[in-house]
């Protein structure tokens, strides 16, 4: 159970684990291995794929790495070294509270794996998640900063946790209204987020692809939506899966902060863009936020899915 000190302290994982699968939009092999990261590194990925050289192949999670794509969410260095499609595996680290880690990855685009962030949190569970000797920082939103985009707006709001709210309107009858709202590194993440699906409509698939987006998807790794509903063979995980993948969206993108935000975020007809546009509004607007340090944060309260364990002797990667 939480603790003052388990709220504002950091952490990484306590082993190295290595995932397989294919990048849903360039529809290659992709293999990502997550390694133990030192205090303060954050989280970043390694292109070991491409050599040396005069480029970094390096690309840290940050708002300036910031690369806003209709359909994913990307990153990338000064040197224009970019990874793809990394809003599912940040969800996963967010939502479970990880802070720093390395990301050895032998391609442009994270694997897609089932289309939802379980598999990676699984990995992290696989490994455990540890404590280091070290106070968090996190963004404390002070005042609501609000972005509107056509039909869609997105508001950060003062709150004294990590809260992602996420409404979604849809004319598909088995979609329609949804609507859902979870705590950020808590069990829920785990339990009612995670396995959620990223979705897509056939009537609009062969239009993707001609894109040259999506050569990776499949039912594997997408509800896919017909004009009679579900295509895929088992249905739905969840009845709301789709606002639920919003929700996972959303936590990954905001992820690309860099560091947890203390705060409610609260999107209507959302996405990757809105998501994107929104942190910059808030990072933009300085009198919005401030930094504040994990130890000075009332916390008594949380309840929290780490399990406190000993700071072992990690060797960490670069
Ligand atoms: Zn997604």
């Avoid at 070290?134 to 609501?144: E, K, M, N, Q, T």
């Avoid at 947890?260 to 933009?284: E, T």
Wanted: proline share 3%; charged share 20%; glycine share 10%.
């Amino acid at each position: 159970m939480g603790t003052h000190k388990d709220w504002g302290t950091q952490t990484t994982l306590g082993g190295v684990v290595t995932l397989s699968g294919t990048g849903v939009h360039t529809g290659r092999p992709a293999r990502v291995t997550l390694k133990p990261a030192g205090i303060d590194s954050g989280i970043s990925f390694r292109r070991i794929d491409l050599s040396n050289g005069t480029r970094s192949t390096v690309v840290k999670v940050e708002p300036r790495s910031v690369k806003t794509m209709p359909l994913c969410s990307m990153i990338g260095n000064d040197d224009g070294v970019t990874v793809m499609t990394v809003e599912h595996i940040l969800a996963a680290l967010a939502g479970m509270g990880v802070d720093n880690v390395v990301i050895h990855i032998n391609g442009p685009e994270v694997p897609v794996l089932d289309g939802s962030a379980r598999e990676f949190v699984d990995a992290i569970d696989e490994v455990g998640v540890v404590y280091q000797a070290a106070a968090r920082s996190f963004y404390r939103v002070l005042h609501p900063v609000r972005l509107q985009i056509g039909e869609s707006v997105a508001e950060f709001q003062p709150h004294h946790r990590q809260v992602i709210s996420t409404d979604i309107e849809f004319t598909h009858r088995n979609i329609g209204s949804q609507s859902i709202s979870f705590e950020v590194g808590c069990d829920v993440f785990r339990d009612q987020i995670a396995g959620a699906r990223t979705f897509g409509f056939l009537a609009q698939a062969e239009q993707l692809r001609a894109a040259g987006y999506g050569l990776g998807a499949s039912l594997e790794n997408t509800i896919v939506l017909g004009d009679d509903g579900v295509i895929n063979d088992n249905g739905l995980r969840f009845d709301d899966e789709f606002v639920r993948h919003k929700a996972l969206d959303a936590c990954g993108d905001l992820a690309l902060a860099g560091a947890p935000i203390l705060g409610r975020f609260w999107s209507h007809r959302g996405g990757h863009q809105l998501n994107h546009a929104a942190l910059n509004c808030l990072l933009n607007q300085q009198d919005a936020w401030e930094w504040v340090d994990g130890r000075d944060l009332e916390t008594d309260t949380f309840s929290f899915n780490k399990v406190p364990v000993a700071v072992p002797e990690l060797a960490y990667a670069t």
